[in-house]
């Protein structure tokens, strides 16, 4: 499957602050997408439908003042949170496909909130694992229950395992 996104900033984080150049995650992400779609636990997303043969979505990354005010507007959530996602395509009835093409939505990520959590990891491996999460969010795995966080936690760890 191919696959597309677009990396942006949409507030005035200081990504130079952080060590964070786009373009350089352009390639481990490219990497982590190519492990995770071909991961067998994961083909029973409407994703690997015949009529698609592309995916496309948009990551995203803001300060915590903004993910807490769209937390806030979204989820009726006021704090801050390491990663929120918008699913276009698999949470909407009317997800249209263009030319093979799903668009998946967009994945918004805290680099102030994922500096505070990375813990023992670097900043890069937290992104990407908070990628990883938002992705399997877009193409319609949740953690609702213990089982199913379990899962999604389980194959975003074998992905970066894997990377």
Excluded: W
């Excluded at 989820?75 to 990663?83: E, G, L």
């Excluded at 967009?106 to 990407?128: C, F, H, M, P, Y």
């Amino acid at each position: 499957m191919k696959t597309s996104f677009t990396l942006t900033k949409i507030d005035e984080i200081n990504l130079k602050k952080h060590n964070i150049i786009l373009k350089s995650y352009k390639k481990d992400i490219k990497n982590l997408l190519n492990i995770l779609l071909n991961y067998t636990e994961i083909k029973k997303s409407k994703v690997f439908s015949p009529q698609i043969s592309k995916i496309r979505f948009d990551i995203s990354f803001c300060n915590d003042e903004t993910i807490k005010n769209i937390n806030r507007e979204y989820r009726n959530k006021d704090t801050s949170t390491d990663v929120i996602t918008f699913s276009l395509f698999y949470d909407d009835i009317n997800s249209t496909i263009h030319r093979k093409t799903a668009d998946l939505g967009q994945i918004i990520v805290s680099v102030e909130t994922a500096e505070k959590q990375k813990g023992s990891n670097d900043l890069r491996k937290e992104i990407l694992t908070l990628i990883c999460h938002g992705i399997l969010h877009l193409i319609g795995f949740d953690h609702l229950t213990k089982k199913d966080y379990d899962f999604v936690v389980g194959v975003q760890k074998k992905v970066l395992e894997d990377l």
